[in-house]
């Protein structure tokens, strides 16, 4: 089994949507707990992170962790064509990350 | 900014040849990875290195090698390369310590293809 599952998708919606991403992990010894973001042909960069249990909000974007269930959550509200991109969250203990497959969304226009 | 580049966008080499893939960080960061990266799988850690001519395997280090001799300069090695190293190569630097300073800074990545 792996650490960290996402449902690869791929996620294809509406401009304005709102877009629901999330992982599941079986790792309880996980801190951190981060989305990166990958347009296609670039490195995946950084979009948020969160510690503990509960939300964060930047902007268009909430992430949400619930430790008790080990699942974590994106949520992107008025999405934009800009946002098609993929989405991976990812998880550390240590120095080390451990990513999920990814999400590819595309925002139709 | 933080700049981490990779020798190659695209390379096409051949089975059994070796394989040099080359990443500098301009940013003096301790932490240095090298992943793989495949459709349904994610990134999978391939080895990493906490400081200059130090390194530890990932979660697939098997058919891999790698080197750090700068601290701004990290190589993977493909021994002898097999088809089933074809895939996408992504380096990544970070600070070492807690928190944000866990970011991983990615590069473009290096498409590569053994046939």
């Known amino acids: 089994q792996k650490e960290v599952e996402q449902d690869p998708g791929p996620l294809s919606v509406p401009e304005g949507a709102i877009v629901s991403l999330n992982c599941t992990y079986s790792?309880?010894?996980?801190?951190?707990f981060m989305w990166y973001r990958q347009y296609s042909r670039k490195g995946p960069e950084l979009l948020m992170y969160?510690?503990?249990?509960g939300n964060k909000e930047d902007g268009r974007f909430t992430a949400q962790v619930d430790k008790s269930s080990k699942y974590i959550s994106l949520f992107i509200r008025d999405s934009q064509p800009s946002d098609s991109a993929t989405y991976l969250c990812?998880?550390?203990?240590?120095?080390?990350?451990?990513f999920g497959a990814g999400t590819t969304v595309t925002v139709r226009a | 900014d933080v700049k981490v580049t990779q020798s190659s966008r695209y390379l096409v080499k051949r089975t059994g040849e070796k394989v040099f893939l080359e990443c500098v960080q301009d940013?003096?960061?301790?932490?240095m990875f090298w992943y793989r990266q495949d459709p349904g799988l994610g990134l999978r850690l391939i080895y990493f290195?906490?400081?200059?001519?130090?390194?530890e395997k990932g979660d697939i280090p098997e058919g891999y090698s790698v080197s750090r001799e700068k601290k701004e300069r990290f190589s993977l090695i493909l021994e002898s390369a097999s088809t089933n190293q074809t895939s996408m190569y992504l380096c990544?630097?970070?600070?070492?310590?807690?928190?944000?300073?866990?970011?991983?800074?990615f590069g473009p990545g290096t498409r590569l293809t053994v046939t």
């Open positions: 790792n309880s010894a996980f801190q951190y």
């Open positions: 290195s906490y400081d200059v001519k130090m390194k």
């Open positions: 990812a998880m550390n203990y240590d120095y080390k990350l451990s």
């Open positions: 990544a630097s970070s600070l070492p310590g807690q928190g944000l300073d866990y970011e991983q800074y």
């Open positions: 969160t510690y503990s249990s």
């Open positions: 940013m003096d960061h301790e932490n």
